[in-house]
């Protein structure tokens, strides 16, 4: 018996679940999608993640399938029946079954299905040591603001930045570093400003970028919303990424250069241990 998965309005085990040939997330990519961390048993800025599913769906016309206090349930559901403590949970909403064609009907049945995944979160080698990032042309569409299942891009990048003996990649739009292929860039400058860039079209509004914008605005850090050149990100004197499977990421090498001393700075350490305090987690 494997874990116990959410399809289609059903808690079933994973060898049982199925979604059907005509999904359209599966013939399209026409789904969005949220992952939430936990930590200790207790989800992790999941109203921000809730509210970026909500989002995600409006923008491409698809109707919430559950209302929000249900949606939670059902995560509270997943993590229960699968006695998770430490990991994530996965939702994915389709816009529903049709027949392949481009064009679909506004009748269709959103389909949500969820999942969950144990994973090791917090003091994990990398963030205690940092990752190295490499630095690729961002080969997505236009509407990355919007989370969709649409994922070809960022795994072709990051199996191309592995196969470089990279831990991850930061993606370069016309001489910008737009994102990381599934996480937010931070730069630190010398004069101790975190760089990030602004909401936009063309990065994801990240959940834990909005959360360490407010733990910065509380805790005095300066934040400069801007985009910043490669070269601006390896010349900086520190440097992170985040995520909500990551949280707070050191990094320690953008391309070929060594970002400050090779080793995560006080900063990022400082913002490491804020977050997870501000998210509740103990120490």
């Known amino acids: 018996m494997g874990r116990i998965v959410y399809v289609h309005g059903h808690f079933v085990p994973e060898e049982e679940a199925r979604i059907g040939l005509f999904d359209r997330g599966f013939l399209f990519g026409d789904a969005v999608y949220e992952v939430t961390a936990l930590i200790g048993g207790r989800m992790i800025d999941n109203d921000l993640h809730l509210a970026r599913l909500e989002r995600s769906l409006k923008e491409l016309g698809i109707s919430l399938p ?3 206090e249900e949606i939670i349930e059902i995560q509270n559901g997943l ?3 699968n006695a998770l403590q430490d990991g994530t949970v996965y939702l994915h909403v389709s816009r529903g079954e049709a027949d392949r064609d481009f064009f679909h ?5 959103p389909l949500l299905v969820g999942f969950t995944q144990a994973k090791t979160l917090t003091g994990t080698k990398a963030q205690q040591n940092g990752i190295a990032v490499d630095l690729a042309e961002d080969p997505r569409w236009q509407r990355r603001d919007i989370k969709t299942a649409m994922l070809l891009g960022q795994v072709m990048a990051k199996q ?4 470089r003996g990279f831990d991850d990649v930061w993606l370069v739009e016309e001489g ?5 292929a599934s996480s937010t860039a931070h730069v630190i400058t010398a004069d101790g400003r975190i760089l990030t860039r602004a909401a936009s079209r063309a990065t994801l509004p990240g959940c834990t970028q909005r959360a360490i914008a407010r733990l910065c605005e509380t805790e005095g850090f300066m934040l400069e919303e801007r985009a910043f050149t490669p070269e601006e990100a390896q010349a900086a004197a520190e440097a992170f990424q985040t995520s909500a499977s990551s949280l707070v990421m050191p990094v320690v090498r953008i ?3 060594v970002v400050g ?3 995560p700075g006080p900063t990022t350490r400082r913002l490491q241990t804020l ?3 501000a998210a509740g987690v103990p120490s």
């Open 79 to 81: 993590i229960a029946r």
């Open 176 to 180: 910008l570093v737009t994102e990381g």
């Open 261 to 263: 001393d090779g080793k």
């Open 66 to 68: 559950f209302s929000r």
């Open 160 to 163: 191309a930045a592995r196969a």
């Open 255 to 257: 391309g070929d250069r």
């Open 105 to 109: 009907s506004d009748a269709l049945v």
């Open 275 to 277: 977050y997870l305090e």
